[in-house]
Nanobody, 115 residues
């Protein structure tokens, strides 16, 4: 079993920055990749970014160049650095991690971008 806890959400103005954290505990050695998703108000959950076990990353087109996903193995933490925030980045951000057998989700953290 793996437990994921997100933090770091909050409010920011357009053009501002926030850094989200996802701390993993449990059998984290089984994890193959970690992803960030978000759910804008009234919309379905959508994928934002992925970091693979080997460190490779990829991003949804609208966040490419603005968001950076990274990992601190010693802290069992995956980060999402969000720069140049836009109002359309508003939503609940979720951390997701998968092993070969299971998929795990955190509880989500709210991000609100407005002036």
């Amino acid at each position: 079993q793996v437990q994921l806890v997100e933090s770091g959400g909050g409010s920011a103005q357009p053009g501002g920055s926030l850094r989200l954290s996802c701390v993993a505990s449990g059998t984290i050695s089984s994890l193959q990749y970690t992803r960030w998703y978000r759910q804008p108000p009234g919309k379905q959950r959508e994928w934002v970014a992925t970091i693979l076990r080997g460190g490779s990353t990829n991003y949804e087109d609208s966040v490419e160049g603005r968001f950076t996903i990274s990992r601190d193995n010693a802290q069992s933490t995956v980060y999402l650095q969000m720069n140049s925030l836009k109002p359309e980045d508003t939503g609940v951000y979720y951390c997701n991690a998968e092993s070969s057998r299971d998929s795990y989700w955190g509880q989500g953290t709210q991000v609100t971008v407005s002036s």
